[in-house]
């Protein structure tokens, strides 16, 4: 069983930034991360290859915000600069244990972090 342990969430203002974090418990695994609207469905944001090498982002956070892998290639981060306030969502870090490439789709991932609030005021 694999845990996936977020942090870095919170509430900050319009155009602001934040970084999420997000570390499994062991090995390391290609990596995504979602968010859930109040009233809306989970959407996916990004997503990374376990290499590191790929990373994919929805459209509506491209340009603004950044997925990498940290040094040891276990954690993962979620940059999010120019943030707005549609933005705001549990934001959920997920691992596929079976793809290496990462992938846009929820269904592939196998585990899942407990979220993370971001709220982002205007």
């Known amino acids: 069983q694999v845990q996936l342990v977020e942090s870095g969430g919170g509430l900050v203002q319009a155009g602001g930034s934040l970084r999420l974090s997000c570390v499994p418990s062991?090995?390391?695994?290609?990596m995504g991360w979602f968010r859930q609207a109040p009233g809306k469905e989970r959407e996916f944001v990004a997503a990374?290859?376990?290499?590191?090498?790929?990373?994919y982002y929805a459209d509506s956070v491209k340009g603004r915000f950044t997925i990498s892998r940290g040094n040891a290639k276990t954690t993962v981060y979620l940059q999010m600069n120019s943030l707005k306030p549609e933005d705001t969502a549990v934001y959920y870090c997920a691992a596929d244990v079976t793809h290496s490439s990462g992938s846009y789709y929820a269904n592939e991932y196998d585990y899942w972090g407990q979220g993370t609030q971001v709220t982002v005021s205007s």
């Open positions: 990374i290859s376990r290499s590191g090498g790929s990373a």
């Open positions: 062991f090995s390391t695994y290609a």
